[in-house]
């Protein structure tokens, strides 16, 4: 099965500005990403970025890269850019990697492509995960989903869902942030507006699932460690890859 993995990369984050150059074992944060992908089965993987520092650190350590439009919403805007530029066909699948996400399993980026392909019903496909601490299930932001007997996700919130007292740690699921789109999927989002339940909420997801687009759970094969958005995170990054190291 061939497929595309493209990684959206912006130079701005708000609470780690800079943040794929930030320093990480010695290299970018978005060359741990870039390598990560290029350890799954995708037959192409680009990095895409509006911006010259982030394009010119993936040059030097030999990736691809596409420089995008600077004024797109969101890294689904800057993937359908890329995907289109690269002229693929409208069923060739894309996976989103995001760029903050340098421990990304490279099985979890062949499961996701995998499971939208092995589900005609769908449009977008993506991974879930068993909260395990408390304090996920509270928190915002841990985006929450459910899904239906057949795998098919009803709705994401960041609130606790499903609502009630036996919500406990092990009773609900996380969403894992990482998609596979058809090409065909990626044309149809990007003409529509935000909708209400994605500008309440902030989460993207929603407005395919307004829209009728069915995206298809799975439980994912293996642990994803949490992208990097604070200084925190990084250092757990940092440790993550020392224990990798020793094993």
């Known amino acids: 099965m061939s497929f595309t993995v493209i990684i959206p990369a912006r130079y701005g984050a708000t609470r780690l500005p800079g943040k794929p150059l930030l320093d990480l074992d010695g290299r970018p944060l978005i060359q741990h990403v870039y390598q990560r992908a290029l350890r799954s089965r995708a037959a192409d993987v680009h990095v895409a970025t509006d ?3 982030i394009a010119d650190a993936v040059t030097r350590f030999g990736g691809q890269v596409r420089m ?4 797109h919403r969101s890294g689904t805007d800057r993937i359908h ?4 530029a690269l002229a693929l066909d409208d069923d ?10 340098p421990l990304i399993p490279p099985e979890a980026i062949d499961q996701v492509a995998d499971n939208l392909r092995n589900n005609d019903r769908a449009g977008i496909a993506s991974l879930y995960e068993i909260v395990t601490d408390q304090h996920d299930v509270d928190s915002p932001h841990a985006v929450k989903v459910v899904i ?3 795998g098919f996700a009803l709705y994401f919130s960041r609130s606790t869902i499903p609502y009630g ?3 406990q740690a092990g009773n609900c699921l996380r969403h894992i942030g990482i998609y596979a789109y058809r090409v065909a999927t990626l044309k149809e989002f990007v003409r529509w507006p935000p909708g209400q339940l994605e500008v309440q909420e902030k989460l993207e997801q929603l407005r395919a699932l307004y829209n009728g687009v069915r995206i298809h759970m799975a439980p994912a094969c293996n642990k994803v460690p949490a992208g990097i958005d604070t ?10 890859l020392a224990s990798e190291a020793e094993q």
Request: glycine share 2%.
């Open 51 to 53: 911006d010259q520092r």
């Open 68 to 71: 995008t439009d600077t004024t």
């Open 81 to 84: 850019e890329v995907a289109s």
């Open 92 to 101: 060739h699948i894309v996976v989103n990697v995001q760029g903050d996400e």
């Open 148 to 150: 239906d007997s057949d």
């Open 165 to 167: 007292s036996s919500v």
């Open 231 to 240: 200084e925190q995170d990084l250092l757990n990054a940092r440790k993550l």
